[in-house]
């Protein structure tokens, strides 16, 4: 399999992370939307990363879309539980990953723009607020667990991990630990796991 993605994309990340808690061997090859080279709109007619293409050379588009197929490919470990209820719960986590992941997208494509291009405060406004919004939820659904959901390393944690993370690399200024100490102690330990290890962008 092929993994078309960037060190930029949050997303891209969070597939890596689930290839590497599968112990699924992949060829990672880097490719940015942006630059006239970029093969993403061969394989996804949208033109956006990541892209798995599976062996057969069909194509997967949509970090969702792909972490249910390594799921379904490789039983264990399991990250999306099986009963319904549950894998609802954990999609739930990725989504309030996704949307935070999607306003630090939004806020830091707009800061590359020269400043008489970027959007009024309101915009801004609006999309910290679904930052804010999405971290306090986190917060108190995580608790005092050690993990997001049911006792156990999963998809939950893997959502709330690469979001935060991305918080962290492209808006450092944001001291989300000081409302959230329950996500902080939550990053802290992702952050020696070997798959959040191997997948940092570097600085």
Same mark, same amino acid.
């Given at each position: 399999? /092929?993994?078309?993605?960037? @060190?930029? +994309?949050?997303?891209?990340?969070? =597939?890596? $992370? ?5 112990? $699924? ?7 940015? @939307? !942006?630059?006239?080279? +970029?093969? &993403? ?11 798995? =293409?599976?062996? #057969? ?5 949509? !970090? ?16 999306? @539980? ?7 719960e954990v999609k739930r986590w990725e989504a309030l990953g996704d949307g935070i992941a999607d306003a630090t997208v939004a806020i830091s494509h707009d800061l590359r723009e020269p400043e008489l291009r970027r959007k009024l405060p309101a915009w801004y406004a609006r999309q910290h607020q ?5 971290? &306090? ?6 608790? !005092? ?8 390393? !999963?998809?939950? #944690? ?11 690399? =492209? ?9 959230? @100490?329950?996500?902080?102690?939550? &990053?802290?330990?992702? +952050?020696?796991?070997? +798959?959040? $290890?191997?997948? /940092?962008?570097?600085?």
């Open positions: 399999m /092929k993994l078309l993605g960037s @060190p930029g +994309s949050p997303y891209a990340r969070k =597939v890596r $992370i689930v290839l590497a808690e599968k112990r $699924i061997d992949y060829e990672y090859i880097l490719d940015r @939307p !942006s630059n006239p080279d +970029s093969r &993403a709109a061969e394989f996804n007619p949208l033109g956006k990363i990541p892209v798995l =293409v599976r062996d #057969d050379g069909r194509p997967l588009y949509d !970090s969702a879309v792909i972490v249910d197929y390594l799921e379904g490919l490789v039983a264990d470990p399991r990250l999306i @539980p099986a009963a319904f209820d549950e894998r609802i679904k930052i804010q919004r999405g971290l &306090a939820t986190m917060e108190r659904d995580l608790g !005092s667990r050690e993990f997001c959901h049911s006792g156990a390393f !999963s998809l939950a #944690d893997i959502a709330a991990g690469f979001a935060l993370g991305y918080l962290d690399q =492209v808006m450092p200024d944001t001291d989300w630990r000081e409302k959230s @100490p329950a996500l902080a102690r939550l &990053a802290q330990r992702l +952050s020696t796991r070997v +798959s959040f $290890i191997a997948t /940092k962008p570097a600085a």
